[in-house]
């Protein structure tokens, strides 16, 4: 008896064993899949390493001759990619929004306050967006070592100007900074200020860094030219048309003490906010990476903690957009006219379709799934928006690769605003 239960038993366990195999094979693609779409990683393992001169040098060359609020928006906007595209987007299809309206547009956004200035400045807010990778690189230098960004800024100013192509214009004022008060004379050369004529209008400087501070010494790492579509330059330094930016422009530099600062005035009437610290140095808030990974190890020990949820909620906007939408009928998404047409047959019924589903990152930006995005990467295409959806983060992924040489990135330190 207990023998021929022992067959019985072994019989089940060998018909079981495939079933048990199938099952397995079946159901490991769906949890790699949901391991995938749940944990978004580091792309490359983040690095120690410094930049070098000639790194920092070529990054920094394509704005130093900004003035200097116009640079150092730059600067703290370049740590937020991400949102510096979705920026560069809702600027190109809002031209027209300029002034008080935009002021007012810029309240409904959810960016850093960084990078809803430069909408005020589209031109330059473009070039960071078609030079995605560069931005990314630049923003991770400046964090990881803004003490050397800043000095190299001040490098490349004083070779512009031995070279005769940085001095004060109708545009713009170049003058030195006098050493403040408590601060002890040195060897080192004051350093050089660049401001507009009128702080409430900017003309961009648009030049070749390879010949507006005279002959390049980095052959290694050569910067690149940009210029609006169809600027003819008129000089070795020329000037874009002049912007009427209010008080969007905010930034600052505090040069003696490598510091970039926020004149709190005038942040505070473009925000629509009422600020008062008494420390105005800017600091960065990795909330707004939205998981867009950091190339240098301490960057990420500084920051990735608060980088990685931000990753997450993202996450979790997709999933519950994504569970929504298979519960909803797709019928006005593929064929926007079929609510009315159904309307005779169906009455109330045709008046319960679910409406297409509104932006998430504000009404005045445009997230069309057919239009591609600036860059090196695009919103997956479909038919619907629901569908188009993606994490912020998980959309966010730029080629890594060496813009003239490669890259490394190394320590620093700063205050959190």
């Not at 021929?4 to 060998?14: Q, S, V, W």
């Not at 002959?215 to 330094?237: E, H, L, R, T």
Request: with cysteine; proline share 8%.
């Amino acid at each position: 008896m207990k023998s021929k239960t022992k067959i019985a038993l072994c019989r089940l366990a060998l018909c079981a064993a495939p079933l048990v195999l199938m099952w397995g094979l079946a159901a490991a693609p769906a949890r790699a899949q949901d391991v995938t779409a749940t944990a978004p990683a580091q792309t490359q393992t983040p690095i120690e390493e410094k930049l070098s001169e000639g790194q920092i040098d070529q990054l920094v060359a394509p704005i130093a001759l900004y003035p200097d609020p116009l640079l150092t928006q730059v600067l703290m906007a370049s740590t937020y990619p991400l949102e510096v595209v979705e920026a560069a987007r809702w600027s190109h299809d809002n031209s027209m929004v300029n002034g008080q309206a935009l002021q007012d547009a810029m309240q409904t956004q959810s960016w850093d306050p960084s990078v809803k200035a430069l909408t005020a400045v589209p031109q330059t807010l473009q070039m960071m967006s078609d030079k995605l990778d560069w931005t990314q690189q630049l923003g991770d230098a400046f964090l990881a070592q803004q003490q050397d960004v800043l000095a190299a800024v001040q490098k490349l100013r004083a070779e512009a100007q031995a070279a005769g192509n940085l001095q004060s214009t109708p545009q713009q004022v170049v003058t030195v900074a006098p050493a403040p008060a408590g601060v002890a004379a040195s060897n080192v050369p004051p350093p050089i200020v660049i401001e507009p004529v009128n702080p409430d209008v900017y003309y961009v400087p648009v030049y070749d860094p390879a010949v507006a501070y005279g002959a390049w010494g980095y052959p290694d790492y050569p910067p690149f030219y940009w210029s609006p579509p169809g600027f003819v330059a008129s000089s070795v330094v020329s000037f874009a048309t002049g912007v009427a930016v209010g008080a969007a422009i905010w930034g600052g530099c505090d040069w003696w003490n490598h510091n970039v600062i926020i004149n709190v005035n005038r942040f505070n009437v473009f925000n629509h906010t009422n600020i008062n610290v008494a420390n105005d140095t800017w600091a960065h808030d990795p909330a707004h990476r939205h998981g867009v990974p950091y190339e240098n190890a301490s960057l990420t020990r500084r920051f990735g903690v608060a980088n990685e949820a931000a990753a997450r909620e993202a996450f979790r906007d997709r999933a519950d957009i994504e569970h929504s939408d298979v519960f909803r009928d797709h019928t006005d998404v593929h064929h926007p006219d079929a609510a009315h047409e159904m309307a005779g047959d169906r009455g109330v019924d045709a008046r319960r379709i679910a409406p297409a589903l509104p932006d998430r990152f504000g009404e005045g930006g445009d997230r069309r799934a057919d239009r591609p995005m600036p860059g090196e990467f695009a919103w997956p295409r479909s038919d619907g928006w629901s569908r188009a959806m993606r994490s912020r983060a998980q959309a966010f992924r730029p080629q890594r690769r060496a813009f003239g040489g490669g890259f490394h990135f190394g320590g620093g330190e700063r205050r959190r605003f």
